[in-house]
């Protein structure tokens, strides 16, 4: 046969092409016949933004955003006006005619979509509420724009596109109605405000999915850029005001009393009482008694947020911790609070010590209507309750500072890295405080019960819905109960301790202050453990079986030596997967427990375990310990008939 040479010369070009397209394919879960759960999960394909490893590329981009904030609190009007100035910054490759912003507080304008989602009186409602943004005025450059506003998001067209490196100034004049209640992330209660969502603020452009666009509708929260923040809160002279960053003009709205006891404070490893019982609520704490009116000053650096709140009575304790300040504001009827600048302390040191240093100089923690919310160096937590409930809820909103404070997710596509992240973490400051984290239900056995409910209702969602399509009912354990549990399971029953925390750790550390997707915390975790999860990813984040381990048969021979030959068949359910810990009992009392592979299920949802026993079985249990959330407990031991 006579070769065509064309096609020879030809043959290295395509054998390379061939070789480039073979990762590829198996990237994509194309490898021909396979439909188990092992087979290779489709991914988005790594490129120069976002690497195979899990890691940052070398182009990896980000957009930033720095605020200039004044903002004033009309007690008697209940309502905020000011403006704010935006410096954003194009770090993209590509040039942009508009930009896109959050404009959070229209959700509690009549009308938008989130009044028609959630109801009136729920916690994520918007009541019926007059309120929204009243933009005054929109600048770009200087020159008055007309932007387009869809419910919560803002288009701004720019008068000239903004090239790759460039800078412009945005500029707002706005005011809005305080909400009584805003979506348990915001509100006001007699005297007391707590501010948040509460300017217009830039949306994330991303290597992923362009501009973020996402509506705020009350149960997705957040996803924003970073920069830094200088703001300046007028209130009554009468009022107290905590907010994120530090605050820079203390002598303007300080006694000289409590600016030496706040000194005092920066450090002690114990409370130090900035405003007392006795002071709260008096004109002798304000420098200028309570007539007209005080500006506070505060700069916060690298955050992609910014919270406050003020009140006339609150109290302040304040301690530090590994060059952090904790402060605490609460009021007199909060009794449970009398600790919290330690419980604050607490959290803030478990956190840095195990995943990652808490990178900002202090952590605030305010006592008020609001259950438990959010902010960069701030947090909001209910005034009532034990103090064990009061530390589970500091615990768990300065753990968001973690996550997405440092490891900015995109909370409203994900919950499960947001709250699921936070929630898991959680429950080590629970146990280090109390020795048994399901005493706040923070623990292990918590998660299990609660997601045995939503899977006994037939009610069990994907962790990769985001959080508005979760049923309200099912939030709490599909955004947080649930992927507590599957990161459990993740370092308990799969990876081990040592393993899942280094790569835990590793994740936070290249993903600190960007912008991770599900696909790059995955591959971070192969890469680290040395194992493909795609089975665990593909059962327990995207799937909704149950887990079904159970002992099916157990057939014994006698052998000439006087023991036995045990066959025990194991079946599972077919899309849900672990490995197995297995119980042996024999005549005696004698036990052995064996732990197998979860690659014991490649052939299948059918394994037989073959056994030699120097005496004849009388029992033969999976999961002996009850660690795995097995929703038929009933076939997981046999006896002999």
Same mark, same amino acid.
Request: negative net charge.
């Given at each position: #046969? @006579?070769?065509?040479? &064309?096609?020879?010369? *030809?043959?290295?070009?395509?054998?390379?092409?061939?070789?480039?397209?073979?990762?590829?394919? *198996?990237?994509?879960?194309?490898?021909?016949?396979?439909?188990?759960?092992?087979?290779?999960?489709?991914?988005?394909?790594?490129?120069?933004?976002?690497? &195979?490893?899990?890691?940052?590329?070398?182009?990896?981009?980000?957009?930033?955003?720095?605020?200039?904030?004044?903002?004033?609190?009309?007690?008697?009007?209940?309502?905020? +006006?000011?403006?704010?100035?935006?410096?954003?910054?194009?770090?993209?490759?590509?040039?942009?005619? =508009?930009?896109?912003?959050?404009?959070?507080?229209?959700?509690? $304008?009549? /009308?938008?979509?989130?009044?028609?989602?959630?109801?009136?009186?729920? $916690?994520?409602?918007?009541?019926?509420?007059?309120?929204?943004?009243?933009?005054? !005025?929109?600048?770009?450059?200087?020159?008055?724009?007309?932007?387009?506003?869809?419910?919560? #998001?803002?288009?701004?067209?720019?008068?000239?596109?903004?090239?790759?490196?460039?800078?412009?100034?945005?500029?707002?004049?706005?005011?809005? @109605?305080?909400?009584?209640?805003? +979506?348990?992330? #915001? /509100?006001?209660?007699?005297?007391?405000?707590?501010?948040?969502?509460?300017?217009?603020?830039?949306?994330?452009?991303?290597?992923?999915?362009?501009?973020?666009?996402?509506?705020?509708?009350?149960?997705?929260?957040?996803?924003?850029?970073?920069?830094?923040?200088?703001?300046?809160?007028?209130?009554?002279?009468?009022?107290?005001?905590?907010?994120?960053?530090?605050?820079?003009?203390? *002598? %303007?709205?300080?006694?000289?009393?409590?600016?030496?006891?706040?000194?005092? *404070?920066?450090?002690?490893?114990?409370?130090?009482?900035?405003?007392?019982?006795?002071?709260?609520?008096?004109?002798?704490?304000?420098?200028?008694?309570?007539?007209?009116?005080?500006?506070?000053?505060?700069?916060?650096?690298?955050?992609?947020?910014?919270?406050?709140?003020?009140?006339?009575?609150?109290?302040?304790?304040?301690?530090?911790?590994?060059?952090? $300040?904790?402060?605490?504001?609460?009021?007199?009827?909060?009794?449970?609070?009398?600790?919290?600048?330690? #419980?604050?302390?607490?959290?803030?040191?478990? =956190?840095?010590?195990?995943?990652?240093?808490?990178?900002?100089?202090?952590?605030?923690?305010?006592?008020?209507?609001?259950?438990?919310?959010?902010?960069?160096?701030?947090?909001?937590?209910?005034?009532?309750?034990?103090?064990?409930?009061?530390?589970?809820?500091?615990?768990?909103?300065?753990?968001?500072?973690? =996550?997405?404070?440092?490891?900015? !997710?995109? %909370?409203?596509?994900?919950?499960?890295?947001?709250?699921?992240?936070?929630?898991?973490?959680?429950?080590?400051?629970?146990?280090?405080?109390?020795?048994?984290?399901?005493?706040?239900?923070?623990?292990?056995?918590?998660?299990?019960?609660?997601?045995? %409910?939503?899977?006994?209702?037939?009610?069990?969602?994907?962790?990769?819905?985001?959080?508005?399509?979760?049923?309200?009912?099912?939030?709490?354990?599909?955004?947080?109960?649930?992927?507590?549990?599957?990161?459990?399971?993740?370092?308990?029953?799969?990876?081990?301790?040592?393993?899942?925390?280094?790569? =835990?750790?590793?994740?936070?550390?290249?993903?600190?202050?960007?912008?991770?997707?599900?696909?790059?915390?995955?591959?971070?975790?192969?890469?680290? &453990?040395?194992?493909?999860?795609?089975?665990?990813?593909?059962?327990?984040?995207?799937?909704?079986?149950?887990?079904?381990?159970?002992?099916?048969?157990?057939?014994?021979?006698?052998?000439?030596?006087?023991?036995?030959?045990?066959?025990?068949?194991?079946?599972? &359910?077919?899309?849900?997967?672990?490995?197995?810990?297995? $119980?042996?009992?024999? %005549?005696?009392?004698?036990?052995?427990?064996?732990?197998?592979?979860?690659?014991?299920?490649?052939?299948?949802?059918?394994?037989?375990?073959?056994?030699?026993?120097?005496?004849?079985?009388?029992?033969?249990?999976?999961?002996?310990?009850?660690?795995?959330?097995?929703?038929?407990?009933?076939?997981?031991?046999?006896?002999?008939?």
């Amino acid at each position: #046969m @006579k070769h065509n040479r &064309s096609l020879l010369a *030809a043959l290295p070009a395509l054998a390379g092409a061939l070789a480039l397209a073979a990762p590829v394919a *198996a990237q994509l879960g194309a490898e021909p016949g396979d439909t188990t759960v092992f087979r290779p999960l489709s991914l988005p394909t790594p490129n120069e933004y976002r690497l &195979s490893t899990g890691e940052p590329g070398p182009r990896y981009w980000q957009q930033r955003a720095d605020y200039r904030v004044e903002a004033t609190l009309d007690t008697a009007a209940q309502s905020v +006006s000011g403006s704010v100035g935006i410096r954003y910054t194009n770090h993209s490759p590509a040039p942009l005619r =508009f930009v896109w912003l959050q404009v959070d507080q229209n959700l509690y $304008r009549p /009308g938008s979509a989130g009044s028609y989602l959630n109801s009136a009186d729920d $916690r994520w409602g918007a009541r019926d509420f007059p309120g929204g943004y009243d933009l005054r !005025s929109v600048r770009v450059a200087g020159a008055a724009v007309q932007p387009y506003v869809h419910d919560t #998001m803002m288009r701004i067209d720019l008068p000239t596109p903004l090239a790759p490196g460039g800078t412009v100034a945005i500029d707002i004049s706005y005011a809005f @109605k305080v909400p009584e209640h805003g +979506s348990d992330r #915001m /509100g006001r209660e007699g005297s007391l405000y707590q501010v948040a969502q509460w300017f217009p603020r830039m949306a994330v452009l991303d290597d992923v999915r362009g501009w973020n666009t996402d509506p705020y509708l009350g149960q997705g929260e957040f996803y924003r850029e970073y920069g830094d923040y200088d703001v300046a809160v007028t209130v009554p002279a009468g009022y107290v005001v905590a907010a994120t960053g530090t605050l820079q003009n203390p *002598a %303007e709205v300080l006694t000289a009393a409590q600016r030496e006891r706040l000194a005092r *404070a920066a450090t002690s490893a114990t409370q130090v009482a900035v405003i007392t019982a006795d002071e709260a609520g008096t004109a002798s704490t304000r420098p200028h008694g309570t007539a007209g009116t005080t500006t506070w000053r505060w700069r916060a650096e690298n955050v992609h947020d910014f919270a406050w709140a003020a009140s006339p009575r609150f109290r302040w304790d304040s301690e530090t911790v590994g060059g952090v $300040r904790c402060h605490a504001f609460y009021q007199a009827q909060d009794t449970a609070w009398v600790t919290a600048a330690d #419980m604050t302390c607490a959290s803030i040191h478990d =956190f840095s010590t195990r995943w990652f240093p808490y990178p900002w100089p202090q952590a605030t923690s305010v006592a008020g209507p609001v259950g438990g919310m959010e902010y960069p160096m701030f947090v909001m937590v209910h005034g009532t309750g034990a103090s064990p409930s009061v530390f589970s809820t500091i615990a768990h909103e300065h753990g968001h500072e973690w =996550f997405p404070m440092i490891v900015s !997710s995109n %909370e409203r596509r994900y919950a499960w890295m947001d709250e699921g992240f936070n929630t898991f973490i959680d429950q080590f400051p629970n146990a280090a405080r109390y020795g048994d984290a399901d005493r706040n239900n923070a623990g292990q056995g918590y998660f299990r019960r609660r997601y045995a %409910e939503l899977q006994g209702a037939g009610r069990d969602q994907s962790l990769m819905l985001p959080p508005d399509r979760i049923s309200p009912a099912g939030l709490g354990v599909t955004g947080y109960r649930k992927p507590g549990m599957v990161l459990n399971l993740l370092r308990d029953q799969v990876l081990g301790a040592e393993t899942f925390d280094r790569g =835990f750790r590793e994740y936070v550390r290249r993903w600190a202050f960007k912008h991770p997707t599900p696909a790059d915390f995955f591959r971070t975790m192969e890469n680290v &453990s040395g194992r493909d999860l795609s089975w665990f990813w593909r059962g327990w984040v995207y799937g909704t079986e149950a887990l079904d381990q159970s002992v099916a048969e157990v057939k014994q021979t006698a052998d000439s030596a006087g023991g036995w030959n045990a066959e025990i068949r194991l079946e599972t &359910s077919p899309r849900l997967v672990m490995p197995v810990t297995l $119980r042996i009992t024999t %005549e005696g009392g004698q036990t052995r427990d064996v732990q197998l592979p979860v690659e014991v299920w490649y052939g299948g949802p059918s394994y037989t375990y073959r056994v030699h026993l120097p005496s004849k079985a009388t029992a033969v249990t999976i999961d002996p310990l009850d660690q795995l959330p097995d929703v038929n407990k009933g076939n997981n031991a046999w006896k002999p008939v």
